[in-house]
């Protein structure tokens, strides 16, 4: 069975950047859309990310222009770099894939001065 593993987050000032990287344990076949999510604390884990099999990005509005989502298939990793940061990003993220497998525990990002 897949695991996915997120790592890359940390602590970071407003207007600084981190890339996440989502290894998985097993073969993503690139026939699966990926994608990247966020859970802020008492708030839903909502989807930030997208890339289909095709190669097509979808993002939501909030971070449209400052984030982006690629992978490499050889490394069987999905990354998300995220620029221009705010304090609105602080929140866990995790990745998955389309449909979805069991979630890892994804990796904190916090956005404070």
């Known amino acids: 069975q897949v695991q996915l593993v997120e790592s890359g987050g940390g602590l970071v000032q407003p207007g600084g950047s981190l890339r996440l990287s989502c290894a998985a344990s097993?073969?993503?076949?690139?026939?699966?859309?990926m994608a990247w999510y966020r859970q802020a604390p008492g708030k839903q884990r909502e989807r930030v990310a997208l890339?289909?099999?095709?190669?097509?990005?979808n993002y939501a509005d909030s971070v449209k222009g400052r984030f982006t989502i690629s992978r490499d298939n050889a490394k069987n990793t999905v990354y998300l770099q995220m620029n221009s940061l705010n304090p609105e990003d602080t929140a866990v993220y995790y990745c998955?894939?389309?449909?979805?497998?069991?979630w890892g525990q994804g990796t904190q990002v916090t956005v404070s001065s």
């Open positions: 998955n894939r389309v449909p979805s497998i069991p």
């Open positions: 097993g073969s993503i076949s690139s026939f699966y859309t």
């Open positions: 890339l289909t099999n095709s190669g097509s990005t």
